[in-house]
């Protein structure tokens, strides 16, 4: 803005042409306003028409349409603001959407990720109160207190491990396993070895071995008195199926 420059009626001819050719100076050039105040020509009247270098009230509505616009992007437009890269000491986003977001380090205080995907996930505390996780894998999984609903593995180790309830539909396959109580509705073992077996009713559907014994047979054993009654019966467990051999 021109500083203020008083013309008197009473000036002489010479310090009146002195003082515009002053306030000229002050105002500036309109030529060396920057080429886009050229190539533009916004409608307001009542210079439509006219490119926004033509005075000095169109160069100042240039910039204020320049500014509104601005001012639409960052507050409620719709359009998208495109930047090779911000950089904030302390900033804070209401909302974000990103493509891609590249950070060397975040702290987030408190936030709800309807969905996070990731190569690598490093935490050195984790705490989740409700969560549902579809596939977990790692080299070393630690739980002070843990309740897992379902449990599938291709190998399953563990120095000490107390499960109150373990179930499911495919197989279990233990090298080697210790079961202090086994309670099960069906359960078929191709080798067991059990120091001792309390049970209800023990089927054998094939071979019951005795000291590398292999009983396959149970005979009907009879003892009869000299009118054919029975003194003693029962079975006797054999080796062969054929009669007269034990």
């Known amino acids: 803005m021109a500083r203020k420059i008083i013309v008197n009626t009473s000036d002489a001819i010479g310090s009146m042409v002195s003082k515009v050719n002053q306030m000229s100076n002050y105002l500036g050039d309109l030529d060396d306003l920057d080429s886009s105040f050229k190539i533009s020509q916004f409608a307001d009247s009542p210079d439509i028409g006219k490119f926004d270098d033509s ?88 739980f002070d207190s843990a309740d897992i609903i379902t449990i599938r593995s291709e190998e399953t180790f563990g120095d000490s491990a107390r499960i109150t309830s373990i179930s499911g539909s495919g197989t279990l396959n233990y090298a080697t396993g210790h079961f202090g109580t086994m309670d099960a509705d069906s359960i078929g073992f191709i080798n067991a070895s059990v120091g001792t077996l309390t049970a209800n009713t023990v089927t054998v559907n094939d071979t019951l071995s005795f000291d590398s014994q292999d009983m396959i047979d149970a005979k009907l054993f009879t003892v009869k008195d000299s009118a054919g009654a029975n003194l003693l019966a029962g079975y006797l467990l054999s080796t062969s199926t054929t009669l007269g051999i034990a």
Not at 90 to 109: E, K, M, N, P, W
């Open 55 to 142: 005075s000095f009230v169109k160069a100042l509505n240039h910039l204020h349409y320049e500014l509104d616009s601005i001012n639409s992007y960052l507050t409620g437009g719709t359009a998208n603001i495109t930047v090779n890269g911000i950089t904030g000491d302390s900033a804070t986003f209401t909302r974000l959407t990103v493509g891609s977001l590249i950070v060397d380090s975040a702290q987030i205080d408190s936030a709800f990720v309807g969905l996070l995907r990731g190569n690598h996930l490093n935490y050195d505390k984790a705490d989740f109160d409700s969560a549902r996780i579809t596939n977990l894998s790692g080299r070393n999984l630690n």
